[in-house]
């Protein structure tokens, strides 16, 4: 899944960017991925997300702890421990030493279904709640009227967990953050991005609110700042690697982009659930090639421009204030759209999930053990890639 082989000198002056997606449990990948990225000793510049890849990103900028490694793991561990305890019946359990029979498969896409419905009735205690549960009957004035609710979940106790591992304090301008923190959404009124970027702003609690307010899965938006309303940011795009290089279009930069929507795939769908599967896969996928295409020919073009600017600079010889007036401004041209434009892509990576048993619910799927497992495969497929390139 590399695009490019061989990791450049360390020591050159480029940006590590680390691009998450979102996909909600399925954003326990990603926290496999950065472990397996600090144990390599990759420092990370930028971190960038969507949604639940937002929130990934929020606590890699903004860790309490100085192993934010640790801190994401645990937050995650803490996910799969509020998500409603219940007994499969043995024979919904799946045997690990044949993962490839079709009875496990079943078995795995089973347990998915069984855990997404749980979360749907009964809510995550970490995560979100269903407005109906009765905690909400004194607090929420339209318990009673149903037919005016704009939706059916409550995610703030999201945030309740959050402040345990992230101090907001460092997501803002100098606030010394573990890395620059971008996170997206859209705004309802407009459908216009929002671009929260921790250089420029002080992200807080409710921008994280928005970011994560998805609205086919019933989640609610939230007023970011006085007058704008947010939703979730994979609305638009779920892959916020244009808002990097956007917002960041000096620097060159090495992109390691975590995918929990594979693009590709090597069957065609068998069944009405699998066709569902593979539109919202596609649906979610990264479509950021064009991206990196423009900025490699952006720089392209401008170092061709600048040789001839060189080489007109070098025979110019004009006396006339007129001619070197024009000159003078062509120059101050060029160096504009250098300076606004002049980063390069050196190296983009691809860390892809791997769906051997495709399920249209895995994404609500917060089990303990599935949390675990998927933790687990995005660091194996991480230290993969980092030894294959180290290869080259």
Not at 60 to 80: M, N, R, T, V, Y
Not at 166 to 187: C, E, H
Not at 283 to 290: A, I, P, V
Not at 297 to 314: K, Q, S
């Amino acid at each position: 899944m590399i695009k490019k082989s061989g990791i450049p000198n360390m020591l050159d002056t480029i940006e590590n960017v680390l691009i998450l997606q979102g996909g909600g449990s399925l954003g326990a990948f990603a926290c496999g991925v950065f472990k397996a990225l600090v144990k390599s000793k990759i420092k990370i510049d930028i971190v960038a997300g969507t949604s639940i890849g937002g929130v990934n990103a929020t606590i890699i900028a903004g860790s309490k702890d100085d192993h934010p490694e640790e801190a994401l793991e645990q937050f995650w561990l803490e996910l799969g421990e509020g998500s409603p305890n219940f007994n499969f019946p043995p024979e919904l359990v799946p045997d690990p030493t044949s993962l490839l029979d079709f009875p496990t498969t079943s078995a795995l896409q089973a347990k998915s279904i069984l855990s997404f419905y749980n979360s749907a009735i009964y809510g995550n205690k970490n995560v979100f709640l269903p407005r109906w549960l009765p905690r909400y009957s004194l607090t929420d004035p339209q318990y009673f009227t149903p037919y005016k609710w704009t939706y059916l979940f409550d995610h703030s106790p999201l945030l309740d967990t959050l402040e345990k591992y992230v101090n907001f304090n460092k997501l803002q301008p100098d606030g010394n953050s573990n890395a620059r923190l971008i996170i997206t959404a859209v705004n309802i009124l407009n459908a216009e991005p929002l671009i929260f970027d921790s250089s420029k702003q002080q992200i807080t609690p409710m921008h994280i609110l928005g970011a994560t307010g998805y609205p086919t899965y019933y989640f609610q938006w939230a007023e970011v700042e006085k007058g704008i309303y947010a939703w979730d940011g994979s609305l638009l795009s779920n892959t916020p690697l244009r808002e990097v290089i956007d917002a960041s279009p000096i620097n060159d930069k090495r992109i390691f982009l975590v995918e929990n929507y594979p693009k590709n795939t090597d069957k065609l769908p068998t069944s009405l659930q699998e066709v569902q599967h593979r539109a919202r896969d596609i649906m979610f996928s990264d479509k950021t090639l064009h991206n990196i295409q423009m900025s490699k020919a952006i720089t392209y073009y401008l170092r061709l421009i600048d040789d001839l600017y060189n080489m007109l600079e070098r025979h110019f010889k004009s006396e006339k204030k007129e001619e070197r007036a024009k000159f003078e401004k062509m120059r101050a041209k060029y160096k504009k759209i250098k300076e606004e434009h002049g980063s390069e892509i050196k190296n983009v990576f691809y860390i892809t999930r791997d769906e051997r048993f495709p399920s249209l619910y895995e994404n609500a799927d917060f089990s303990l053990d599935t949390i675990k497992n998927s933790i687990r495969d995005g660091e194996s497929k991480t230290n993969q890639i980092l030894k294959d390139v180290r290869m080259d």
